[in-house]
């Protein structure tokens, strides 16, 4: 199985702060790397997919990056309504994904 | 407008079984696969497995390999997940999520809005 790993687990900041959040494969998955966003009592919403193509009707504020071990979501300039947690997902195994144990995104 | 909805709380004892749907509306049905993410609470999400309701194949995590089924009825557009044996660790919400797998990219860009399942004696 591939594992995913992501740092930190848990990250404080205020509005305005440039956020980046890491995802590491314990293998090669190319560019099979999703991000997803999840607030209290809400299904996870999709962020970003295959590594850097933003969702429709995600602000531009977040983008991704990286391939075959390491992948970045980045978030430009925190809003309110970003505090939440955070997930990557790989589907490089398709169809069976994992997905890393999430970041939350707290206020500080 | 795509949207999937699954079906509602359960309460269940151990060793019982749980079944719980997920109907499909606007888009076409066979054309994307449904998997299943569990979260129990507090806990990230758990991918358990998928169904490709084309031809009804199924792709199960080891974990779940033996007690857990998946089903669908394309008549009512309907996936159903079943979990037998229930724990009390299987006391999670549980998503139903769509895959445009046929895009040649994987990501679930529509989720149902979770069915609690709460294993109790």
């Known amino acids: 199985d591939i594992r995913m790993t992501q740092s930190p687990s848990s990250l404080s900041a205020v509005v305005g702060d440039r956020v980046t959040i890491t995802c590491r494969a314990s293998?090669?998955?190319?560019?099979?790397l999703n991000w997803y966003q999840q607030k209290p009592g809400k299904a996870p919403r999709l962020l970003i997919y295959?590594?850097?193509y933003l969702q429709d009707e995600v602000p531009s504020r977040f983008s991704g990056s990286g391939s075959a071990t390491d992948f970045t979501l980045t978030i430009s300039s925190l809003q309110p309504e970003d505090f939440a947690t955070y997930y990557c997902?790989?589907?490089?195994?398709?169809?069976?994904?994992?997905f890393g144990l999430g970041t939350k995104l707290e206020i500080k | 407008q795509v949207q999937l909805v699954q079906s509602g709380a359960e309460v269940k004892k151990p060793g019982a079984s749980v079944k719980v749907s997920c109907k499909a509306s606007g888009y076409s049905f066979s054309s994307y696969s449904i998997h299943w993410v569990r979260q129990a609470p507090g806990q990230g999400l758990e991918w358990m497995g998928m169904?490709?309701?084309?031809?009804?194949?199924?792709t199960y995590a080891q974990k779940f390999q033996g007690r857990l089924t998946m089903t669908r009825d394309t008549s009512t557009t309907t996936v159903y997940m079943e979990l037998r044996s229930l724990r009390f660790e299987d006391t999670a919400v549980y998503y139903c999520?769509?895959?445009?797998?046929?895009?040649?990219?994987?990501?679930?860009?529509?989720w149902g809005q979770g069915t609690l399942v709460i294993v109790s004696s």
């Open positions: 997902q790989q589907t490089y195994s398709a169809p069976m994904y994992t």
């Open positions: 999520a769509r895959d445009p797998y046929g895009s040649g990219w994987y990501f679930f860009d529509y």
């Open positions: 293998r090669d998955i190319s560019t099979y």
């Open positions: 169904i490709n309701p084309r031809g009804g194949s199924t």
């Open positions: 295959a590594t850097s």
